[in-house]
Nanobody
Framework: QVQLVESGGGLVQPGGSLRLSCAAS????????MDWYRQAPGKQRELVAG???????NYADSVKGRFTISRDNAKNTVYLEMSNLKPEDTAVYYC????????????WGQGTQVTVSS
């Protein structure tokens, strides 16, 4: 059974920082592209950041320079370091593992809430 378990969310003041973690079970992590998505109330889920198997990264324009995605294949974990947080970063953050070549798959975590408020 493949599982993605996010942690590290919480309440933080504007300008603060958080680090999200996503721990993956199973033996697929090293061959997976990993992403962080977020969904705010009343809005569609959006891609925040992604990292490929060769550590190529991409970011949404709204988080460039503030968020950093990284992965530790030895720990089967992907991270999202978030700094200079803004109220508009408030959302449920989801971890996503996927592979477009065989064996194809697409897995989601349950999400972790991030609230930025004074």
């Amino acid at each position: 059974q493949v599982q993605l378990v996010e942690s590290g969310g919480g309440l933080v003041q504007p300008g603060g920082s958080l680090r999200l973690s996503c721990a993956a079970s199973g033996n697929f992590f090293k061959i997976s592209a990993m992403d962080w998505y977020r969904q705010a109330p009343g809005k569609q889920r959006e891609l925040v950041a992604g990292i490929t198997t060769d550590d190529t990264t991409n970011y949404a324009d709204s988080v460039k320079g503030r968020f950093t995605i990284s992965r530790d294949n030895a720990k089967n974990t992907v991270y999202l370091e978030m700094s200079n947080l803004k109220p508009e970063d408030t959302a449920v953050y989801y971890c996503h593992a996927h592979r477009s070549r065989w064996p194809r798959y697409d897995y989601w975590g349950q999400g972790t809430q991030v609230t930025v408020s004074s």
